[in-house]
């Protein structure tokens, strides 16, 4: 195979990459869209409590933590694309680590709507729509957690180097995709209920 063909097939190759990554976005943007119109469509139709605004509380410091792993990310990407792979590493951690952080506050607001307020997903049509929509996110942002820790252990054993930043570039269209859904879910759950903010 000459050099010009091996170079056009591996264009075709990244450029099937892109497609496919941006048709996943596309596919989960209309599932996310489905699961926000419900929120809209049944919020304040509840016949009983609790309700959002006597239950929710704004979540700043997940939403800090979840947008700013987009930057950390691009970061990542950036380092790997010039062989500097222990700062790639670490950039990755990083985004892991505030993904997982994000993760963990909504464990603990779960936790404390459940336990202390009795809202769950069978309570009324807030709950059901509330943990679908909220919990549907969580569930990427937790693929995605995965994925960059198996990324993570690749690199740590030499398996991802330069040439892969495509790859990993991929990857980070996804985690943005991630982070701007999460800008709609906080508006129509959190924002919408509960402004003013003070």
Not at 123 to 139: D, E, R
């Amino acid at each position: 195979m000459s050099e010009a063909v091996a170079v056009e097939t591996q264009e075709s190759r990244w450029n099937r990459g892109k497609v496919g990554t941006l048709c996943l976005i596309m596919s989960e943007t209309t599932f996310f869209s489905i699961f926000i119109v419900a929120y809209l469509f049944y919020t304040g139709k509840s016949l009983n409590g609790p309700y959002p605004v006597e239950v929710l509380e704004w979540p700043w410091l997940a939403t800090a933590c979840l947008l700013s792993s987009s930057v950390s990310v691009v970061l990542a990407v950036k380092f790997l694309e010039k062989g500097v792979i222990p700062i790639f590493i670490a950039f990755l951690f990083i985004t892991a680590l505030l993904g997982s952080i994000f993760l963990g506050f909504t464990a603990f607001e779960w936790y404390g709507l459940i336990f202390e307020h009795g809202l769950t997903i069978r309570t009324n049509l807030f709950g059901s729509t509330f943990y679908s929509l909220v919990g549907f996110h969580a569930a990427h942002v937790t693929i995605g957690v995965l994925i960059m820790l198996l990324i993570l252990v690749l690199s740590l054993g030499g398996h991802v180097r330069s040439e892969h930043s495509h790859r990993v570039d991929m990857f980070s269209w996804y985690w943005h995709f991630v982070d701007v859904v999460w800008i709609f879910v906080f508006t129509v759950v959190y924002a919408l209920p509960l402004w003013p903010p003070f």
